[in-house]
């Protein structure tokens, strides 16, 4: 316990699903956490059951407005942000390229790549100015290969692109002791997942893993919650993959 305190996060996309597991995990380690999300019912009801260590802050992070909002009540609240998980996503459908309009694809690209970017962007001259800080932002195992069953090229190409955008900043800010490091997910059985497919389908693909299960959502929060505490210290510019080994094959 307590490997997060004295550290202000804001985590967006938290109010469900992975998201809220980060930030319950980052409460139980000792940080004053900021939930954004655009689901205010679940988002405010997380923070009620976190308690004062949290706040929900409604949050589009496609828009940059939104993101100076935010930033400003984190501030107000409790202190200059020391931490960042960008984890808010959107999948979109699974169409092939040529089937996908320019409307879902841009919606797509907005929430998953320039959320991230508005993000970072956002943060950044805080943390410089407090010493440092550490931004996780979490990318896919599709942004390695596009994998079978991956939404479409508006979503890897996202995901992708968040990859190269993290090691881009992480480069340009080391040398202010801003940590930026990318997380990227397998198969995670998230309320989405289990919205998306029956138990019979979660199973049999489960079983063509090298771990031949899908994950917690905790499983992933823990290694968010390494790269935001200070024992990753001396990392930035990775990559953590959380996929069962499934690149691995």
């Given at each position: 316990m307590?490997?997060l305190?004295?550290?202000?996060?804001?985590?967006?996309?938290?109010?469900?699903?992975m998201?809220?597991?980060?930030?319950?995990?980052?409460?139980?380690?000792?940080?004053?956490?900021?939930?954004?999300?655009l689901?205010?019912?679940?988002?405010?009801?997380l923070?009620?059951?976190?308690?004062?260590?949290a706040?929900?802050?409604?949050?589009?992070?496609?828009?940059?407005?939104?993101?100076?909002?935010?930033?400003?009540?984190?501030?107000?609240?409790?202190?200059?942000?020391?931490?960042?998980?960008?984890?808010?996503?959107l999948?979109?459908?699974?169409a092939?390229?040529?089937?996908?309009?320019?409307?879902t694809?841009?919606?797509v690209?907005?929430?998953?790549?320039?959320?991230?970017?508005?993000g970072?962007?956002?943060?950044?001259?805080?943390?410089v100015?407090?010493?440092?800080?550490?931004?996780?932002?979490?990318?896919?195992?599709?942004?390695?290969?596009?994998?079978?069953?991956?939404?479409?090229?508006?979503?890897?190409?996202a995901?992708?692109?968040?990859r190269?955008?993290?090691?881009?900043?992480?480069?340009?800010?080391?040398?202010?002791?801003?940590?930026?490091?990318?997380?990227?997910?397998?198969?995670?059985l998230t309320?989405?997942?289990k919205?998306?497919?029956d138990?019979?389908?979660?199973?049999?693909f489960?079983?063509?893993?090298?771990?031949?299960?899908?994950?917690?959502?905790r499983e992933?929060?823990?290694t968010?919650?390494?790269?935001a505490?200070?024992?990753?210290?001396?990392?930035?510019g990775?990559?953590?993959?959380?996929?069962?080994?499934?690149?691995?094959?």
């Amino acid at each position: 316990m307590g490997r997060l305190t004295n550290k202000v996060a804001i985590i967006t996309g938290a109010a469900v699903g992975m998201g809220a597991e980060h930030a319950r995990l980052f409460v139980e380690e000792g940080a004053k956490v900021v939930i954004t999300d655009l689901n205010e019912t679940d988002g405010a009801v997380l923070a009620k059951e976190l308690g004062e260590n949290a706040l929900f802050v409604k949050h589009d992070v496609s828009d940059a407005d939104s993101w100076a909002d935010v930033v400003a009540a984190a501030v107000e609240k409790f202190g200059p942000v020391t931490v960042l998980v960008n984890n808010a996503g959107l999948s979109g459908p699974e169409a092939f390229t040529a089937d996908l309009d320019l409307e879902t694809f841009n919606k797509v690209v907005a929430v998953d790549q320039t959320g991230v970017f508005l993000g970072m962007r956002a943060v950044l001259p805080g943390m410089v100015e407090a010493g440092g800080g550490s931004i996780v932002n979490i990318s896919s195992a599709a942004a390695m290969a596009h994998l079978a069953g991956s939404p479409s090229v508006a979503y890897t190409g996202a995901k992708a692109a968040v990859r190269g955008m993290t090691k881009a900043t992480a480069i340009e800010y080391g040398p202010h002791n801003v940590r930026v490091n990318s997380v990227h997910p397998g198969a995670i059985l998230t309320p989405m997942a289990k919205n998306l497919m029956d138990p019979e389908t979660i199973e049999a693909f489960a079983q063509t893993l090298p771990i031949r299960r899908f994950a917690d959502p905790r499983e992933v929060s823990y290694t968010v919650l390494f790269l935001a505490s200070d024992e990753a210290s001396y990392m930035t510019g990775s990559e953590l993959v959380v996929d069962g080994g499934r690149l691995a094959e």
